[in-house]
């Protein structure tokens, strides 16, 4: 498969899949950068910001399906963003996720994913753009006393590859989920994602319901989370400046 690469602020690359324009940005805000560039670029806009301390990416789906249904694509790219970087750490210590938008390793907050849709778009309509971000502490360096945040980690400390080798693999996972979910149903993706949401469990007794994640309990009954974009608009890993430390 031919690549587009393009070129960082110091000489690295970055390998993309084709359906991938590679826009980089210094603002932090990469959802607002995104939903700023989605009437104009359209599906395929992928922006990217690097800082310290910050890795962030976003992507412009333009989804075919009602909001409803397209919405999903928001635990999609939950999915690929934690088998990316499942694919760039060691291996001894698990990517979790809770739901639906935070993302933690070996228990600690590492980051998570944001969604933006084009504003006005009803249930049964089909939103002319969605946005998904995803926001990742890249390192802690201003930190001055260790372990003062035991709660977070970052990639640096926790020794993953570099954010352009995860944000390759993110595209191509992307890639990958979106052709399940055409060709084989969204549980084929939503069972990856189960797979990797806090606490473990056996396989089954979580699901995707509609908007919602649907728990079975042990002594029977079932427990229902608050839908997807209820859940996210709290975003309570991050505040205004990103990731919460």
């Known amino acids: 498969m031919s690549h587009q690469i393009a070129d960082d602020f110091e000489g690295s690359r970055v390998h993309l899949p084709p359906p991938f324009t590679l826009h980089r940005t210094t603002q932090r805000d990469v959802l607002a950068a995104a939903v700023a560039l989605a ?12 800082s310290p301390g910050l890795l962030a990416f976003a992507v412009v789906f333009e ?5 409803v249904e397209a919405q999903l694509a928001f635990l999609l790219g939950m999915t690929a963003l934690g088998d990316a970087l499942a694919a760039h750490c060691p291996p001894e210590r698990p990517v979790r996720l809770t739901w ?3 993302v933690t390793y070996d228990a600690a907050r590492i980051g998570g994913g944001r969604f933006a849709i084009a504003p006005g778009t009803a249930d049964d309509a089909v939103p002319d753009w969605m946005v998904f971000a995803a926001e990742l502490i890249a390192d802690r360096d ?4 260790a372990g003062a945040y035991p709660q977070s980690t970052s990639l640096k400390e926790e020794s993953f ?3 352009e080798d995860i944000l390759s693999t993110f595209a191509s996972y992307l890639m990958l989920y979106f052709d399940r979910w ?6 084929a993706v939503s069972n990856r994602y189960l797979m990797r949401v806090d606490p473990p469990l056996l396989r089954g007794v979580r ?7 649907i728990e ?5 009954g079932s427990k229902s989370f608050p839908p997807i974009r209820e859940a996210i608009a709290t975003q309570v890993w991050r505040d205004e400046k990103g990731p919460k430390l």
């Open 207 to 213: 699901r995707i319901d509609g908007d919602r994640m």
């Open 161 to 163: 590859d570099a954010a």
């Open 100 to 102: 639906p938008d935070q």
């Open 63 to 67: 989804p075919e399906q009602p909001l």
């Open 216 to 220: 079975i309990k042990p002594a029977g």
């Open 39 to 50: 009437p104009s670029e359209g599906a395929g806009t992928l922006v990217l910001h690097q």
């Open 182 to 187: 055409a060709h084989e149903g969204f549980a």
């Open 142 to 145: 201003q930190i001055e006393e």
